[in-house]
């Protein structure tokens, strides 16, 4: 029982672990509104890893400028 919450742990760890990267790199590649935006969301994502990508994806979307 032990080694299968060990197991789901690690799963868990590493999709947030993506999830992380894959904001950081969305953050990158974006154009933002104001130029500052982008410095601030690639800090919030850096020091607050989980919730600062869960975040982003959540609220960040208004303050891109759409590609069209």
Do not use: Q
């Not at 500052?36 to 609220?59: H, S």
């Amino acid at each position: 029982m032990r080694y299968h919450l060990v197991e789901y742990m690690f799963y868990i760890v590493v999709i947030l672990f993506i999830l992380t990267i894959i904001a950081l790199i969305d953050i990158l590649r974006s154009d933002f509104k104001n130029t500052n935006t982008k410095i601030i969301w690639l800090a919030v994502v850096l020091f607050f890893p989980t919730g600062g990508a869960l975040i982003y994806f959540f609220l960040a979307r208004k303050d891109k400028i759409e590609k069209s």
